[in-house]
């Protein structure tokens, strides 16, 4: 995307095309319009237009641009946070609420895909979780207990079941989570899309909003080149946001994290690492993730971007960290490489916000945008519809803040990311 081969990496070179979205450039009336062509806008078109609704969707680059189109491919369950924290923040109310139903989320992207035919590597073997030490086998014990007491299959795994279904004798132990599983991200994004359309949604890329108001009760979003007005907005940046609702991205502050891919890897190779292709990621500070594609490319990622002097500090680090979790795997060579950008909340959790009468929007995902990203959009779809109200939504109403020390504090994330893998951080 944008002639950038480190802005999507592999999933650029393997997603199927993306369906014809002509940029905006006449005047136009919808019922619904939505600013945003990641999972939560693309979910939210696809509703509303298989409920006969008059929908348009405005993205500023292309479908998938933002961490939709970056991410390392993990359909998680709930959120970062550990499950009881959602109560203590949002109230047993809204925590439990909202608990379930990203709890559930997974479920919704594999219906979603099976209903509608998505070609996106779908897997649907579980995550592994895995403990770096006595202190990760302590914390995953303790999300193995909040979990199971509320019904969900998760199962604490040993060293020795870890490493047959990892094929590393780094970690202590694991948390499987049978919700969970990958999938190839920007073609799940770009398969929302075609199916969106095939609904009867008008999808506009290279349509950046630069404008919003509202003129005799109808809102309206101006772009370089035309005009939707609506009776709804629904605002899903997140962020990536620019324009008339960058106080989204501002509210967030950005974790870079990078990813990068092998070539396929031999027969022996696939049947030693992650054969059952969960995807895992460990439970360090700086973390670090892992997974194998249907062609076999082991895919590796962890903090930080892949700019300036980070390309080759991160890559150095990467081929050593390779090398010690996974001896059998020799020397590596990296066929892809690419990076995005996490948006973090100041309690790693999502907001509900309404910019004013009939405009709203979730965002906040935290580095968990797939499942949760596509279940809002369908609550979303769900409340302009009328089917649900404002109190029975899974979040409460917040106003948008800006956390203090932004921009310091993503400058130390970029910084110690690069320092920590420099002095070859270790478990």
């Not at 959790?349 to 945008?369: A, C, Q, W």
Request: aromatic share 8%; glycine share 12%; net charge neutral.
């Amino acid at each position: 995307m944008l002639n950038d081969p480190r802005s999507h990496g592999l999933w650029e070179k393997t997603a199927p095309a993306p369906p014809l979205t002509p940029r905006l450039e006449e005047f136009v009336s919808a019922d619904v319009a939505i600013v945003g062509g990641g999972y939560t806008g693309l979910s939210a078109a696809l509703h509303l237009a298989q409920k006969g609704v008059d929908v348009r969707l405005l993205e500023a680059a292309g479908i998938g641009f933002g961490g939709a189109g970056r991410n390392v491919g993990l359909i998680n369950a709930g959120m970062w946070v550990m499950p009881d924290d959602f109560t203590k923040e949002l109230g047993p109310l809204y925590g439990e609420r909202a608990l379930d139903l990203l709890g559930h989320g997974p479920y919704l992207v594999r219906d979603l895909i099976e209903t509608h035919g998505i070609a996106c590597e779908l897997e649907k073997n579980g995550t592994l979780h895995c403990a770096v030490g006595a202190d990760g086998m302590k914390e995953l014990e303790e999300r193995a207990r909040q979990w199971q007491k509320r019904g969900a299959p998760v199962t604490l795994l040993d060293a020795m079941e870890t490493e047959r279904r990892t094929g590393s004798k780094a970690y202590s132990g694991s948390l499987l989570d049978m919700r969970a599983g990958t999938l190839q991200p920007l073609a799940y994004a770009r398969g929302l899309a075609h199916a969106a359309v095939r609904a009867g949604a008008k999808l506009h890329t290279g349509s950046a909003a630069i404008e919003t108001g509202e003129v005799n009760g109808k809102k309206f979003i101006r772009t370089a080149h035309g005009q939707v007005t609506a009776d709804w907005i629904i605002v899903a940046t997140d962020a990536y946001s620019t324009g008339p609702w960058e106080q989204v991205r501002r509210e967030q502050v950005h974790l870079p994290y990078f990813n990068l891919a092998t070539k396929p890897l031999g027969d022996n190779l696939r049947h030693s690492i992650v054969p059952g292709r969960e995807g895992c990621w460990d439970t360090k500070e700086i973390l670090s993730s892992f997974r194998m594609d249907q062609a076999g490319r082991l895919i590796f990622g962890s903090v930080g971007a892949l700019r300036g002097t980070g390309t080759a500090i991160h890559k150095a680090w990467a081929r050593r960290s390779l090398k010690r979790i996974f001896p059998q795997l020799g020397e590596v060579e990296f066929e892809a490489e690419w990076y995005g950008l996490i948006g973090m909340t100041d309690n790693a959790l999502p907001r509900f916000h309404k910019f004013g009468r009939n405009t709203v929007g979730f965002s906040g995902y935290n580095g968990r945008g797939i499942s949760p990203g596509t279940t809002f959009g369908k609550v979303l779809a769900a409340h302009v519809l009328g089917e649900i109200s404002e109190t029975e939504l899974p979040l409460p109403l917040t106003d948008t803040t800006e956390p203090g020390f932004r921009s310091l504090k993503e400058a130390y994330y970029e910084a110690g990311a690069q320092i920590a893998h420099f002095a070859g951080e270790r478990f």
